[in-house]
């Protein structure tokens, strides 16, 4: 009979929170290439060409409550790497045609399990 001990979680699951300057752009969805450009650009801008390696799933993404948010799954090797990237994070929303519109990502809410990113919060 052999035994497997799991030391490290094989994914580790984040919400994200878009912020920017006063709201200007929470009349319109984020879409999932949107976020995935802005994901790679907090990547590359804390850790380079190797930021950008990192590999992310966008599972869900969402408006509500008038914040831009998002589901990202991320091998759990690159938890640390990946959150200290997006925690860290201030750029421009070129892609929505506002050059001066500066955001940053906030992270709400890190998991070993999809549930806890996924259900009601319990705090």
């Known amino acids: 009979m052999h035994s497997k001990v799991v030391t490290q979680p094989e994914w580790a699951y984040f919400e994200l929170e878009l912020i920017t300057e006063d709201n200007r752009s929470q009349g319109s969805l984020f879409d999932i290439l949107t976020w995935n450009r802005t994901i790679t650009s907090a990547l590359a801008q804390l850790f380079g060409t190797v930021g950008e390696a990192v590999h992310f799933d966008i599972l869900h993404h969402f408006f509500a409550d008038k914040r831009q948010a998002c589901i990202v799954r991320v091998q759990g090797d690159y938890r640390d790497k ?42």
């Not at 959150?83 to 201030?90: D, E, H, L, N, Y």
């Not at 750029?91 to 259900?119: A, P």
């Open 82 to 123: 990946f959150q200290a990237a997006v925690a860290g994070f201030q750029g421009s929303l070129d892609s929505l045609g506002s050059e001066d519109l500066q955001c940053g990502i906030h992270v709400v809410r890190v998991s070993n399990s999809m549930t806890g990113v996924s259900g009601p919060r319990r705090f």
